[in-house]
């Protein structure tokens, strides 16, 4: 794939990240800035920022003269995103509470709404990015930079998982959430966001314990 110029580094990292997180670039594999700048149609400085930019996400491991290699996603990686997810996502909730307007609340209604209807549709895929967006969006209107620049590297191992739980549940705790931070209630919303990560970590957790986990990667689409 031969990028169209101009093409920046934010590019050129997605593009690198695709690839680790549907499994087209394997664990293990060694990526080198020379192929990749040939085959992406850039400089090899914006590959080696984007490679440095993949390391602080996990995505891949820089190892002394030997080069830059793609890191495994396991069930331990991602439930380790996920315990920082619980507390990001928890205080993302309460401050959504300070700045959320009636406007903002109907937005996520309709989210949480588009993600049922996905899943009575079996839209698995789309669904997944739907849900992706949706806490997202709650990221975003907590008005905090830093909380959503921290928040990046957990999102994007947690593009390597497809929900499995009963869409029913996911749905009603969105609806609970939703509900809580259009009552301003700071102390219910952070609870209730930090408790559906959770059980989003004991699902990986118990799939991995009957060795019935296997990453599958979930689009982008919709997204920033």
């Not at 739980?165 to 209630?185: C, M, Q, S």
């Amino acid at each position: 794939m031969v990028m169209q110029a101009p093409v920046g580094r934010h590019q050129v990292r997605e593009e690198i990240q695709r690839r680790i997180l549907s499994g087209e670039s394997q664990p293990g594999e060694r990526l080198t800035q020379q192929s990749l700048a040939k085959e992406l149609g850039v400089a090899q400085g914006t590959v080696r920022e984007s490679l440095l930019e993949l390391q602080w996400l996990g995505l891949v491991e820089s190892i002394d003269r030997l080069g830059v290699f793609v890191q495994k996603l396991d069930a331990a990686r991602i439930c380790e995103a996920y315990q920082v997810r619980e507390f990001l996502e928890g205080l993302a909730a309460r401050l959504a509470c300070e700045h959320s307007s009636r406007a903002d609340i109907t937005v996520l209604r309709r989210m949480a709404d588009h993600i049922w209807e996905l899943s009575q549709q079996d839209r698995e895929e789309e669904m997944g990015a739907a849900d992706r967006v949706f806490h997202l969006q709650i990221m975003h209107l907590s008005h905090n930079k830093v909380l959503l620049r921290l928040a990046e590297g957990y999102r994007v191992l947690g593009m390597a998982v497809r929900a499995s739980r009963d869409p029913k549940l996911v749905y009603d705790e969105h609806l609970k959430i939703v509900d809580a931070i259009g009552n301003n209630l700071p102390e219910e919303a952070e609870r209730l966001a930090r408790l559906h990560v959770v059980e989003a970590r004991h699902m990986i957790e118990q799939q991995a314990a009957r060795n019935e986990f296997t990453p599958k990667w979930v689009g982008d689409e919709g997204e920033e």
